[in-house]
Each structure stands twice: as C-alpha cells, then as structure tokens.
C-alpha cells in the first residue's frame, strides 16, 4: 500500500503534500453539533468517503481517517465504547478506498480527554483504549498511524508505544501548541515545542511536528524550534487556515489558498518535510499547498 514507507520517500528528499481539515468538511456535509463526527463512517460512509476523494484529487499524497475520537473513551460519550473496533476499521477502510494503492492512509488518533495528572485513568488504562484503536486501524488498511493534537507527552508517548508495540504502522505524532504571553509557545500542558519533539522520537515515533492552533506563520516558528531540536527527523506540518475570527456566531478561518501557498517556501525552509491542513482548509487550500511545493522544488 502506498508507494512504500513514508519515511522512505522523504529520505529521498521528498516534500510530501497531507490533506486538509475533516471536521469543517463534514460539517458543511450536515454534521450537527453534538453528533459523533467517527459514527458517519457507518451510518453515512459515502459522505466520508467524499472527504477523503476530495483531498486526494487535489493532489494529497496521503489521507487521515474519520477516527480523529475514536477511542472507547470517547465514544463512549455516545454510547459506542462497544463498537469502537467497527467504527475505526469502517474509517481506515473508507479512507483506503478513497486513497486506491498508490497513497498513504494516515489514521487519526486524537487526544482521549483524560489525564494521567488528574489521577482519572490510569497508564494500563490509556495504552489499551490506544491499541485497541491502532489496531483496528491497521485492520482497516492503514498505512500510519497520525497520534495528533497532543498536549501532554505522558499521553502522547503511550499512544506512540501503543501503535508501535501492536501494529506494523508508521507512526507520526504532533501537538498542538499556543502563543503564551511571554512570546513561547506551549502546549495546554506546558509542553515547549523541543521537548515535545524529543519525547515524541524516544517513544518511537518515526515522524513528529505540529497540529492545529495556529496558522502558517506560527507553524513556520514551531517547526524551527523542533527541527532545531531533532535536526535528522522528519516533521510533518498541519496549519490552520490562519486563526479563527467569530462573524455572525459562526468560527471562521481567514486564510485563502493563496494567503497559505505564499508561505510555504518559508515553511520547507524551517524544516518541514509534509505540509497539509487543519482546521478549515479545504482541498483548494492543498491544491494550492501543492502547487507552491511542486514549484519549490523546480
């Protein structure tokens, strides 16, 4: 599946292109406010299947999954804990499909909502929610494991342990981190962008980097921070459409295609080997994210 590993083709020195935001996607698809995004890979597959076509049309080389809170801990907010294993086979299936042999499936493990800190789950407790997760992934046609907007690297670490110890996945791992009044940035956990690129590695994952929270210009900062700290590793970059503005009660992205491509020269130069989207880009945004690549490279 895929054309080989991942980590294989950027030895090669290949920018990469990942796909864009799911959760704004599938709520322009109908998906209400309260309703468990991962259950559509059951109930509305073509719909996710949609997404995931979309992002490899415009010319994504990998694809995530629907499964972003599939763990039992979070599906059991919707009483679905006992299907965790068909809804996060039924995701990594349809992202398969959707991806045909020649692209990678990057499944997405999200944060469980629990912290080992709290004293309200316990480490057991945590890895076997991850590996049940990971493993139906894999199951599903997973070529990786996408471990994503992290926050603590006890929980992090455990997710990456988990999929490594239990699938032949690649793994990749990224947090999420915030601009602090002091002008660093962290994570909600505290967590700074080189400690987490280091934690991340030492529990085994083969590609690290940053999610969410942020726009391109912000990543562009965070990945230098983490291709400082790990100089031989490989960083994948998932930028928002610039930060949220409220119209009309209603979040919005501002960023255009155009206004994230114009940066990605910038960000390749920090240091990032895969560049894509989070949270409201579309596939015209990694269409453009390609297109500024290709150009890079000529």
Known sequence: MGK??????????????SDGAWGTFLQKKGLLPGECPELWCVTRPDD????????????????????FGGTSFKLEHY?????????????????????????????????????????????????????????????????????????????????IKAAKENTKCEVICTFTFE??????????MGVTPPDAAKAAIEAGADIIGPNCGNGIDRMIEIVKEMRAAAPKSFILVHA????????????VFPETPEDMAKRVPDLIRAGANIIGGCCGTTPAHIKAIKQAVDAFKK
């Open 48 to 67: 996710v299947f949609d997404v995931a076509k979309n992002y490899v049309d415009a010319g994504a080389d990998m694809v995530e999954s629907d499964s």
């Open 179 to 188: 601009l602090t009044a002091n002008g660093g940035y962290r994570t909600m």
């Open 4 to 17: 080989g590993k991942i980590v294989d083709a950027l030895k090669k020195g290949k920018i990469l292109i």
């Open 240 to 251: 928002n459409a610039g930060l949220p503005k409220n119209v009309n009660g209603a979040d």
């Open 79 to 159: 009483d679905l804990a006992k299907r965790t294993s068909e809804i996060n086979e039924a995701s990594a299936r349809i992202s398969r499909k959707a991806a045909g042999s020649d692209k990678w499936v990057i499944a997405s493990i999200g944060p469980t909502g629990k912290m080992l800190v709290m004293g309200d789950v316990t480490e057991e407790e945590l890895y076997n929610a991850f590996k049940e997760q990971a493993i139906a992934l894999e199951k599903g046609g997973a070529d990786a494991i996408c471990i994503e907007t992290m926050s603590a690297i006890d929980e992090a670490s455990i997710a």
